[in-house]
């Protein structure tokens, strides 16, 4: 673990709470079980349509059905990572967010990049960086205790920043000051999210009991507007990917390894309350 601010990494009760939550859910089969697929752990949701012979089959083994779950999430990560633009071998990456390092994992295979992984939970760092470094590859994939919010790092270091599914813990205005500070002139933020439909007003309950589950603030689909504006971000695309991520949570609901948050996306998706986009944009 590479721990360069220790004592900054959190710094309000909130955050730490947070990093508490992710330092102690770590019997979490909805993403060992996934992740020993092909030893690449995730922790975001799944896009795609699940194969047909898993669906239509009257008993499914559970591993046929988990299995499809870790290939649509993984199709999730190929989209994120499809939407960086050109990245070379002698860019550096910035995944804000890591978690146990699935999308920085795949990030360096497939552009032999450098990746920094940043995240505030020292569990979800050394189970990283143990990925890492069981391929070989701690030289060029590391990942630090630090908060996204600060991030320690230079000016204008990164290519390419990303955010699988981790802007619903942070302000979104001090997030993206940061990556406006750490992006060069034209580099690229990708985000992908879950919020919430703010033009049909507050959120609704299932939106909030997915706040609750997570102990997270799902933000409204205009605040990411608005922050990125505000920090000279620049959308170049932005996609609902809504009705491609709920075969996913229909599969989930039927395994063995769902955690009973299923309906609740399921419902919010559906009555229209709660977007899964992604986001593209530049830096001014
Ligand atoms: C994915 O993580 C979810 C989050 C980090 C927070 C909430 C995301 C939203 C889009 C609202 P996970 O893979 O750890 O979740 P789970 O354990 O449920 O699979
Ligand atoms: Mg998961």
Known sequence: MTQTNAGQVTTTDYQRDVANYWNTHTNDPVNL????????????????????????????PDEEIIKELHRLETAQADVLLDNLGTIRSEHRVLDAGSGRGGTSIMAHAWFGCRVDGVTISDYQADFANDQAERRGWSDRVQ?????????????????????????????????????????PRSGRYVCITGCYNDVLGEKSPSVRQIDEHYICN?????????????????PIKVLDLTPQT???????????????IEEAFLQAYREGSFHYLLIVADRL
């Open 143 to 183: 990942f630090h205790l630090r908060n996204m919010l600060d991030t320690g790092f230079a000016d204008g270091q990164f290519q390419a920043v990303w955010t699988n599914e981790t802007t619903m813990y942070v302000d979104l205005f001090d997030l993206y000051r940061e990556f406006r500070r750490v992006l």
């Open 218 to 234: 799902v933000h409204g689909r205009s605040t990411y507007f608005q922050a990125l504006a505000a920090n000279d971000l620049v």
């Open 246 to 260: 709920i075969p996913y949570w229909e599969l989930r609901r039927q395994s063995s390894v769902k955690t009973g």
């Open 33 to 60: 079980e996934l992740g020993k697929v092909d030893d690449i752990y995730h922790h975001h949701y799944g896009l795609g349509d699940p194969d047909a012979a898993v669906l239509q089959a009257d008993d499914v």
